[in-house]
């Protein structure tokens, strides 16, 4: 079986609560709250492995939110290797709105890796016996780290004859894109719109855009997220849009992280391209069914898979 190796390099754990009413100044008092693993490489690994695949988590760990980022991975049984740095591992904190049934999600910028800890982050992944098939790396970068890093890990995923699957947002985007040899990029709307310099509102706008990545050689697959309105594939096969499927909303952490998990898991079994993006659409829906920052559970990915 294929191994893909995941490489989150600003990890953090996440908190989760209800409140009946968020509103200013006031007190607010919430229920027990849950901790879980999180960011976007770790979320990627937990989906994999919770579908049967086998899948190795990388991620720099320090500090008291660290540690418990390594004992939570531990409890879940999930393949992991931890980089010691010096900076505390950051937390997010997502609360649920009882009334209205909303969520708001606080996101901390985390901590400043050195060139070391990024170096360490990278000899970890290469000392890694055998080489993975596929190299994911999802989620924000960390403050003040220099583009050239991702040039550095494609790179290494080159060299190791891994496929480099990306999730990323910002200028680390536009610069990954721009240098090219990416082989699965999954962004979402607001982010597509982003590289693009205007809003992509239109559906033959979003069709013009994800081909036109194609077309320039930069990436072999994109699997753009739409939210409500499902996803769009592009290949050198062509563009296809899927629907989303039609589950009841209780949380939207993670839903993009899983589809990358499910996906990528499906193509490293040989599935076809169409298929495996059904399949990570499923592990989608079914995460949006978890409360707070729960992931999608195997039972309800292959029956949402099958019913679609």
């Known amino acids: 079986m294929s191994r893909i190796v995941t490489l989150t390099l600003n990890p953090a754990i996440d908190v989760s609560t209800v409140a009946a009413r968020v509103e200013p100044t006031r007190k607010l008092r919430c229920g027990l709250p849950r901790y879980e693993p999180g960011g976007g490489g770790i979320n990627v690994a937990r989906v994999i492995e919770a579908l049967g695949g086998e899948t190795m988590a990388v991620y720099p760990a320090g500090g008291p939110f660290g540690e418990m980022l390594q004992r939570a991975l531990e409890a879940l049984g999930l393949p992991h290797l931890p980089v010691p740095i010096m900076g505390d591992t950051r937390e997010s904190f997502t609360v649920d709105e009882g009334e209205s049934g909303l969520q708001y999600r606080f996101v901390l910028p985390g901590p400043t890796l050195t060139p070391a800890e990024r170096q360490a982050c990278l000899e970890a992944i290469a000392s890694l016996v ?160 978890r409360p707070g920052t729960g992931l999608c559970r195997a039972e309800d990915v292959e029956r949402l898979y099958r019913e679609g």
Do not use: C, N
């Not at 240098?179 to 239109?202: F, Q, V």
């Open 130 to 289: 055998p080489a993975p098939s596929h190299l994911v790396v999802s989620g924000s970068f960390p403050p003040d780290v220099e583009l050239g890093l991702h040039d550095e890990i494609a790179d290494l995923a080159e060299r190791m004859g891994a496929k480099l699957v990306l999730d990323y947002s910002g200028e680390v985007l536009r610069h990954a894109v721009a240098r090219g040899g990416i082989h699965l990029l999954k962004p979402s709307l607001s982010e597509l719109s982003t590289l693009e310099g205007r809003p992509l509102d239109d559906e033959t706008e979003q069709e013009a855009a994800v081909r036109r990545l194609v077309e320039q050689g930069a990436v072999e697959i994109v699997v753009l997220s739409l939210g409500a309105a499902g996803a769009l594939l592009a290949s050198r096969e062509g563009v296809e849009r899927f629907r989303a499927f039609d589950v009841p909303l209780r949380s939207a952490v993670g839903a993009g992280d899983s589809v990358v998990g499910a996906t990528v898991l499906a193509l490293s079994r040989g599935w076809s391209l169409r298929d495996a993006v059904r399949y990570g659409m499923a592990a989608a829906a079914a995460t949006l069914m």
